[in-house]
Nanobody
Framework: QVQLVESGGGLVQAGGSLRLSCAAS????????MGWFRQTPGKEREFVVG????????DYADSVKGRFTISRDNAKNTVYLQMNSLKSEDTAVYYCAASYNYITWYVEKEVSKYRYWGQGTQVTVSS
């Protein structure tokens, strides 16, 4: 049984930082592209950032470039999202997700291509 468990969300003031973690189990972690998505009430889930199987390639949404950093530790089956210079518009539920891909350098951005999802963690940025 595949499980993705996010942690690290919370309440932070604008300009502050948070680090999210996503621990995976029940899958061969290094075979999966990992992504972070976010969603606010009434809106569709949106891509934030993805990282290739090897960790050597990443792709960021324009809204978070220069502020967020994704990384992964395949030995620990964990993906991280370091969020700096947080803004009120970053407030959302953040989800990690896994997408199987045989290409080691590919980064998936499409929500529908991610098969496994975590339960989400709330990030609230106060202005």
């Amino acid at each position: 049984q595949v499980q993705l468990v996010e942690s690290g969300g919370g309440l932070v003031q604008a300009g502050g930082s948070l680090r999210l973690s996503c621990a995976a189990s029940g899958l061969i972690f290094s075979s999966y592209v990992m992504g972070w998505f976010r969603q606010t009430p009434g809106k569709e889930r949106e891509f934030v950032v993805g990282i290739s199987r090897s960790g050597g390639d990443t792709d960021y949404a324009d809204s978070v470039k220069g502020r967020f950093t994704i990384s992964r530790d395949n030995a620990k089956n964990t993906v991280y999202l370091q969020m700096n210079s947080l803004k009120s518009e970053d407030t959302a539920v953040y989800y990690c997700a896994a997408s199987y891909n045989y290409i080691t350098w590919y980064v998936e951005k499409e929500v529908s291509k991610y098969r496994y999802w975590g339960q989400g963690t709330q990030v609230t940025v106060s202005s």
